[in-house]
């Protein structure tokens, strides 16, 4: 594990600076002061009860339970549930929890993935939270969200049906972290209805406001049991998801689910080397039963340094090989604490800087370059690219990587829209101030991301020469209003200057 500056840099990299938003300072979700109110709690001799996400049955939503179960729904705190609760025991592991009734696999195979970030797991859920000292039913968490991290107030008030949690349960009965950490989750999304179904890349975000990679496996380039060996041994967060329906193959996958990437090894079978993947469900049970599954005889046929390996329990981990791992995964995310683990160098420290825009309505959403009149009354970003000692040395390693982030104005995030959006990047020569329509008839195009898609993130790695470039964020249509995150990332120091249609600001240096 690296050490805990080198988790956290990755806490800090992605936000506007010190101040509000930070890792340190996070911004209060919904306005409420965690510690005023906990004050005022003890002060009152209460216990917390959120109004702002209520133990009522709009903030379990429609969908989850059906309408006869949502009626028997009891809220109830820990204390209620069991003698002696506590937040973690022995410390917060993968293995703590199976999936409930809500269809968020996508988010608890995130949490699998983030229990191997100890310094991450502390910022996000205050290990420190008790039962005992200072109890007042009140609890909060830190997520990442559209470039700020913002602190997440809840009570402990938690669904139960027959006495049971409703959602996601603790294999140790007295133990609530997990169950704590889904409400605050779905206090941020809406509702717990407003969990069901999602994409993993998008809570692996949440946790680490890190740049992330999808890789899709039927493309694979050859290159990713480099990255996903690079990922493992940074530490850096990994998932991956099944296509088709949603029925239990004979192979023991589930369709259309997602896992946590736990692991990458190569063991010596007969002889020849062999790439493994170990991979969870967070469903707690359930694996694959083939080939380098728990009871697999190829385990008896491996070195025997290589068998402390083999995993016998079934608690929802398997292993497989890289070949049946691409074959029957559709796509994976790995989001990194490091940007090297995407491009394999270890020399380079990559400089980071970041612009919160808008696409508004008739003025700066000009959608795509297929009517350039339009596309230039999108917002505007000139980047100034130095070359570098590094650059000389390795002319085939990228030196930029852009990030263009969406966020709707919904507050629910079942309602909200991912528009496709995309971005193109131009070389410059000496002209200045807000580029017409003229300039993008003629200008050469030096690259862009390789389509517009319906995604909350897109990224693109580039390799660019010394010079100034443009970089124009858009959706595909016009007149789609929206916020967006623009991050670029470089080898050396650079200039970010933000044109919209009628200014140009200097963001940073």
């Known amino acids: 594990m690296p050490a805990p500056g080198v988790c956290l840099n990755i806490l800090s990299e992605r936000h506007l ?109 205050h290990d420190e939270q008790n039962f005992s000292v200072d109890y007042a039913g009140i609890f909060h968490f830190k997520f990442w969200r559209f470039g700020s991290w913002v602190d997440v107030v809840i009570d402990d008030k938690l669904p139960t049906v027959d006495g049971r949690l409703v959602f996601v349960q603790s294999k140790t009965p007295n133990e609530f972290w997990p169950a704590l950490l889904e409400k605050a989750y779905a206090k941020v999304c809406g509702s717990y209805a407003d969990m069901d179904a999602g994409s993993i890349s ?60 736990t692991g990458v090894t190569e063991v010596v079978c007969k002889g020849r080397p062999v790439k493994l993947v170990r991979i969870f469900n967070p469903w707690g049970h359930g694996e694959w039963n083939r080939d380098w599954s728990d009871g697999s005889p190829l385990w008896d046929l491996v070195r025997p340094e290589d068998q402390k390996h083999k995993v016998v329990l079934d608690n929802g981990e398997f292993w497989m090989s890289l070949d049946d791992f691409c074959r029957n995964f559709s796509d994976m995310d790995i989001c990194c604490s ?45 980047v100034t690219l130095k070359e570098t000692v590094e650059d000389t040395r390795d002319e085939n390693s990228p030196n930029l990587l852009v990030s263009l982030i969406q966020k709707s104005h919904k507050r629910n995030r079942h309602l909200a829209t991912n528009f496709h959006i995309g971005f193109n990047i131009y070389e410059l020569k000496d002209q200045s101030g807000k580029f017409p329509a003229s300039f993008f008839r003629n200008a050469r ?54 044109y919209t249609c009628f200014e140009s600001t200097y963001i940073f240096k």
Request: charge should be positive.
């Open 445 to 498: 195009l030096a690259g862009k991301n390789e389509s517009y898609i319906n995604a909350r993130e897109i990224i693109e790695f580039f390799r660019f020469k010394a010079g100034e470039y443009l970089i124009v964020p858009s959706t595909f249509k016009p007149n789609e209003a929206a916020s967006f995150l623009l991050t670029v990332y470089s080898k050396t120091e650079l200039g970010l200057y933000a």
């Open 202 to 261: 998008e809570a692996l975000m949440d946790f680490t406001g890190g740049p992330h990679m999808n890789i899709k496996l039927s493309q694979d380039s050859g290159k990713l049991w480099d990255a996903m060996r690079r990922a493992s041994q940074s530490e850096s967060l990994m998932g991956c998801g099944t296509p088709g329906g949603n029925n239990v193959l004979p192979n023991g996958l589930v369709e259309m689910h997602a896992y946590t990437v």
């Open 338 to 382: 490091d940007v090297n683990v995407f491009t394999g160098s270890h020399s380079s420290s990559w400089k980071t800087e970041v612009h919160k825009g808008q696409w508004v309505l008739g003025t700066t959403a000009g959608g795509c370059s297929n009517d350039i009149d339009r596309f230039s009354r999108n917002p505007q970003f000139r």
């Open 17 to 125: 600076k010190d101040g509000q938003g930070s890792p340190n300072n996070p911004e209060k979700f919904l306005d409420q002061d965690f510690h005023r109110l906990k004050q005022f709690c003890q002060k009152e001799r209460l216990r917390f009860v959120d109004n702002l996400f209520p133990p009522e049955m709009k903030s379990i939503g429609l969908g989850p339970l059906k309408r006869e179960d949502l009626w028997r729904v009891v809220w109830k705190r820990p204390h209620e549930l069991v003698p002696n609760p506590v937040y973690i025991v022995q410390g917060a592991s993968r293995f703590d929890f199976i999936q409930g009734r809500l269809g968020n696999c996508w988010f608890l195979a995130s949490v699998g993935a983030l229990t191997f970030q100890e310094q991450i797991m502390k910022h996000i859920i």
